[in-house]
T-cell receptor, first 115, second 119 residues
């Protein structure tokens, strides 16, 4: 069955520290991969996406993610976290072939940033 | 401005009282979808629509109805709400074209959410 796992429910970092949020997926083929951010009281905003090609993708707000096929992972990183990055982050996968348009979301990782 | 709008943003209602949450997008997207977000469960798809008059069930469709009479609108209808439908609801749209054509614009654009409480 297709699934997305975000093993960390809650992460706390200090402002200026580096960040890595983990995402693992289970899928029959290489899916399309996404990271969304949800700020408090807001909808979801796309940070970045991977379809093919270079496995290191750059996104908005200084985020990047690396696709590792051998590990079925798509971890999100940021070298220096800002207080405004405090939010909930969702990893999602979509099908490589358009027989369904469903995104499968992970359960999310809540990021707390201390000054 | 390209956006997905939802109304209302907050709603408290009682069990059994029919309600509709509206969703509208101004990007001429073919694909629209409804999700519910619950703590510890992430987002789960309720219903989706590939185009006008084409709708299909997602993972958790029970207790919900949808319609797609116009391309821009995709209302979510709860005929007889129950407390287990208390949740945060998101509408999303995407320009995907499905099997008829492959689009790399897979990004789904999300509305701001509707927080529903059923007592």
């Amino acid at each position: 069955a297709q699934s997305v796992t975000q093993p960390d429910i809650h992460i706390t970092v200090s402002e200026g520290a580096s960040l890595e949020l983990r995402c693992n997926y289970s899928y029959g083929a290489t899916p399309y991969l996404f990271w969304y951010v949800q700020s408090p009281g807001q909808g979801l905003q796309l940070l970045l996406k991977y379809f093919s090609g270079d496995t290191l993708v750059q996104g908005i707000k200084g985020f990047e993610a690396e696709f590792k096929r051998s590990q079925s992972s798509f971890n999100l990183r940021k070298p220096s976290v800002h207080w405004s990055d405090a939010a909930e982050y969702f990893c999602a996968v979509g099908p490589p072939i358009y027989n369904t348009d469903k995104l499968i979301f992970g359960t999310g990782t809540r990021l707390q940033v201390f000054p | 401005e390209a956006q997905v709008t939802q109304n209302p943003r907050y709603l408290i209602t009682v069990t059994g009282k029919k309600l509709t949450v509206t969703c509208s997008q101004n990007m001429n997207h073919e694909y629209m979808s409804w999700y519910r977000q619950d703590p510890g469960l992430g987002l789960r798809q309720i219903y989706y629509s590939m185009n006008v008059e084409v709708t299909d069930k997602g993972d958790v469709p029970e207790g919900y109805k949808v319609s797609r009479k116009e391309k821009r609108n995709f209302p979510l209808i709860l005929e007889s709400p129950s407390p287990n439908q208390t949740s945060l609801y998101f509408c999303a749209s995407s320009p995907r074209t499905g099997l008829a054509g492959v689009s790399v614009e897979d990004e789904q654009y999300f509305g701001p959410g509707t927080r529903l409480t059923v007592t």
